[in-house]
């Protein structure tokens, strides 16, 4: 395939040289100096040098032509490689690793196809600010623009859905390149970066070993908001009558989560979260509303439209969590905590921007507030909105199995720290309201993008992050609907070839649920394209897999289903089917007001 | 299918069927605007968009304009213009851009520029900036004379000059190209070519935030 052929394999080039950021311990970054890569003689070992000593320690990804010498150079490296039956599957995967583990996730793929693969995932990264690196083959230098066998301009695809893509363009720089693009990632506000890598690039001969990584200047901000806007919004909180925190996914990302606990149970002030800030604060705390927004909880949505003090905190008011913006807090002195400039004001208009890391700036707050808001009232009125509008359902005897039911069932039998993974629809929906979730990074799921099928590969990833971690024995859930499933089932090869523990439940209702409960609500019933007269056997596709495959089809087989599925050793896939009728409740219409949201379907 | 097991215990709690519909509950009255500003809905002031000069400082490396033109058109900004140049720093280059927005229109489309990677500063240019345009245009030549004396009067060049048409350069802000391209309409304009807005501070302000002279071949630096 190539005249510049890649070193005998048993060559190992690091023999020679100083530590290498841990070859066989699996201890990166332990070496004497600065980042220890090794010494290299390609760029394509570079490149895997860079990574090393970047500490990655898991990649996910597909092979192919242009990306070769890359794995090649993995053949001898410290780093694990995941081999995904999809690159989308890659994407998500890592997308899922880094989410789980803090850590940049790694993706690997080649060019043309396997970069265009990878585009699904790396939006949803950069919608939901994950730090991840891509790597992608592409075709040599000089081929470039001539329409080559599997050349896309991969840099111009990704440009609008990167923190920042990269067109290696030698093999001296290349290294460093590729430990800029993983440090960049993950500095200040997080989100996916590309590097496309021709192939005479990773080829080519170097004895460049990369340098210490940094982010590129200027793209690691001050983490201290300016102290006297602090002072200025922490009279605001001190005044409020009726404050409420709002906890987004940035206090994850942040570390924050202990800081916001201690904040908002210092001052006595009500949480609510949004989707990816779910797991920031538990939801089983007294103070603890859950999550806000179109599928969010009653109680959480009448806080947040009457609060007169909203204390918003590493988010970045989507539409689904503010509905219509006339309506969304309108009462509300906004406090807004973010190290993204460009989301002050950007959605709602910010009187105390914030500007700076979540978790350093919690605790400027914390410190700067004098007396605690005079909230007692306003606390009593969300414990009785709790008791007004908690989240419920129904089952009658003559209706199929609830997915409620699943989702608490799983909730009961599994310990805290358990991993939740999705796909995108009303089975996403119910696994996050109807479980009790109180620790970060347990809850992994596609929000800003709504990723369909992202669930899966998610779990794979997941279960990599917490075995890399030591944290064998937690458990892994997928939940999945049957459409996403049948979006990215084929990553499950991957979960029995890698023998995975993950279980995942298919939440079978014969439908792409939530387009039929839209159809119903606002297109008068007429299913088009979303009622599926004809669903694989979902366990027995399991086994055809070689993982576990059970099916479920009432209450009382439920039970012990989650607990043979969860006893099994390795990947497990029960099909639940449940009711096709299901709605997912409360519903905000969509740009409606939260506070107007529905509790049932004649509401819509 | 269903049904073969009993169900289980019901639910103590109120079903949402039970629960308080949207208009049994309070609301309050109180209104945001599309801005998200917390508004009077008796008085409910909508900001105006405004013509804006927005000057940023940018490595000069391969997709730098594509990085900017694409985040413009993403976005939904209004842009009139935008021109790229070298500045006095190697490996600098200047993008000035005239945008029509709303001001917090502005300060997203320089928070957005700012956080690409290859912009190192970025500020809209005050109002009193001198800004210029380059325009070429030709007419038809039917009466040289005439187009020669609208060509003088604008402090324009006259670049050809052939049996049928003649090109002419213009220089200048934009309402004095506008009241030359109205007087030049006469003759029968068949082309032209306009640079687009481009502008530098008055005075001692730095035309970009931060924004330091260079000498050729210094090093790209960034200024934060």
């Known amino acids: 395939m190539s005249d510049t052929a890649a070193h005998p394999r048993e060559d190992d080039p690091k023999d020679s040289e100083e530590p290498t950021g841990g070859a066989d311990d699996g201890a990166p970054g332990d070496s004497d100096d600065a980042p220890g890569a090794g010494a290299v003689s390609t760029g394509a070992e570079s490149v895997v040098a860079a990574l090393e000593a970047a500490g990655a320690e898991t990649a996910f990804g597909v092979q192919g032509g242009a990306i070769m010498p890359v794995y090649d150079a993995l053949y001898s490296s410290s780093i694990d490689h995941v081999t995904m039956a999809h690159e989308q599957g890659a994407a998500h995967a890592a997308d899922a690793y880094g989410v789980v583990s803090g850590e940049p996730g790694l993706c690997l793929a080649t060019s043309g196809p396997g970069a265009t693969n990878l585009v699904t995932g790396i939006a949803d990264a950069d919608m939901d600010s994950d730090a991840m690196l891509a790597l992608t083959g592409q075709v040599p230098t000089e081929f470039v623009g001539n329409d080559a066998f599997q050349e896309t301009d991969t840099v111009g695809v990704t440009r609008p859905i990167t923190k920042h893509n990269y067109f290696a363009d030698g093999a001296d720089t290349v290294g460093d390149v590729v430990g800029e693009a993983f440090e960049l990632s993950r500095a200040g506000r997080p989100g996916p970066t590309l590097v496309d890598l021709p192939k005479d690039v990773t080829q080519d001969g170097t004895d460049r070993t990369p340098g210490p990584a940094a982010p590129p200047a200027g793209t690691d901000p001050d983490p201290n908001a300016d102290a006297d806007a602090v002072e200025a919004a922490a009279r605001a909180i001190e005044d409020a009558d009726r404050p409420l925190c709002l906890f987004g996914g940035g206090v994850i990302k942040a570390e924050a989560s202990d800081a916001a606990r201690t904040f908002a149970r210092t001052y006595g002030i009500p949480v609510t979260t949004t989707m990816p800030g779910i797991g920031s604060f538990p939801e089983d705390d007294d103070l603890c509303l859950s999550w806000a927004g179109m599928h969010g909880t009653g109680y959480a949505n009448m806080a947040i439209t009457h609060t007169d003090c909203l204390i918003a905190v590493g988010t970045r008011f989507d539409d689904r969590l503010t509905g219509g913006i006339d309506t969304f807090a309108p009462e509300a002195e906004v406090v807004h905590v973010d190290i993204d400039p460009a989301e002050i004001s950007k959605n709602v208009y910010a009187d105390h921007p914030l500007i700076g890391d979540a978790k350093r700036v919690l605790d400027q707050l914390t410190a700067a507030i004098r007396d605690e808001p005079a909230a007692e009232a306003w606390r009593d009125q969300c414990a009785e909105w709790k008791e007004t509008y908690p989240l419920t359902y129904t089952t009658p005897d003559d209706e199929p199995l609830k997915p409620q039911f699943v989702v608490e069932a799983f909730d009961e039998a599994t310990d805290d720290d358990t991993i939740v993974t999705t796909g995108v629809g009303q089975h996403q929906m119910w696994a996050s309201q109807f479980w009790t979730y109180t620790e970060p990074r347990t809850w992994v799921s596609s929000h800003g993008l709504g990723t369909m099928g992202y669930g899966v590969p998610a779990a794979v990833g997941a279960r990599v992050a917490a075995n890399n971690m030591g944290e064998t024995d937690r458990d892994v859930v997928c939940f999945d609907g049957d459409g996403s499933f049948l979006m990215t089932m084929q990553e499950l090869s991957v979960a029995v070839r890698e023998d995975l523990d993950v279980t995942i439940a298919v939440l079978n209702n014969e439908y792409i649920g939530m387009v039929r409960q839209w159809q119903d609500a606002f297109y008068e019933g007429r299913h088009m394209a979303s009622d599926y007269t004809w669903m694989p056997e979902f366990d027995k596709l399991a086994e055809a897999f070689g993982a576990l495959g059970l099916r479920v089809d009432d209450y009382d087989e439920v039970a012990p289903a989650v607990e043979e599925a969860l006893d099994y050793d390795g990947p497990a896939v029960i099909d639940f089917h449940v009711d096709p009728e299901e709605n997912v409740l409360p519903m905000v219409p969509s740009g409606g007001a939260n506070g107007k949201f529905a509790t049932a379907e004649d509401q819509l | ?224």
């Open chain 2, 1 to 224: 299918m269903s049904g073969d097991s009993a169900a289980p215990e019901a639910d103590p709690r109120p079903a949402p069927s039970e629960q308080p519909a949207p208009d049994e509950r309070t609301h309050p009255e109180g209104r945001r605007n599309l801005e998200g500003i917390r508004i009077d809905p008796v008085v409910e002031a909508e900001h105006d968009s405004r013509r804006a000069v927005i000057s940023a400082l940018v490595e000069d490396e391969p997709g730098v304009l594509a990085r900017v033109s694409g985040l413009v058109s993403r976005r939904q900004f209004n842009i009139e213009s935008l021109t790229v140049g070298p500045t006095t720093v190697d490996g600098h280059s200047r993008i000035t851009m005239v945008v029509e927005e709303t001001d917090p229109g502005i300060d997203q489309i320089e928070k957005q520029m700012a956080k690409l990677k290859p912009v190192i500063s970025v500020g809209e240019v005050s109002g009193d900036a001198v800004t210029a345009e380059l325009v070429l245009l030709k007419v038809e030549a039917d009466d040289p004379a005439a187009v020669h004396a609208v060509t003088e009067m604008y402090d324009g060049r006259t670049l050809d000059a052939g049996p049928r048409t003649i090109t002419v350069q213009l220089t200048g802000g934009e309402s004095r190209i506008d009241d030359a391209l109205d007087a030049f309409r006469q003759f029968g304009i068949l082309e032209i070519a306009r640079t687009g807005q481009t502008a530098l501070a008055r005075g001692d302000t730095p035309t970009a935030p931060g924004e330091k002279p260079g000498t050729a071949g210094e090093p790209t630096t960034h200024d934060d």
